[in-house]
């Protein structure tokens, strides 16, 4: 799996939590993750 090199992602935060989409600049497709902690993500 290839790094995201220009990463824009989009930030929702939901009940004490971030949520974020990264687009993968190599094939287009979308990755979606979760972290309570933005700074240590």
């Known amino acids: 799996m290839s790094r995201v090199r220009d990463p824009s ?3 929702i935060v ?4 971030w949520v974020y989409i990264l687009k993968s ?3 287009g ?3 979606i ?3 309570s902690n933005l ?3």
């Open 9 to 11: 992602p989009a930030y």
């Open 29 to 31: 497709k979308l990755y």
């Open 33 to 35: 993750g979760q972290t």
């Open 14 to 17: 939901f009940m004490g939590f």
């Open 39 to 41: 700074e240590k993500r």
């Open 25 to 27: 600049d190599k094939d």
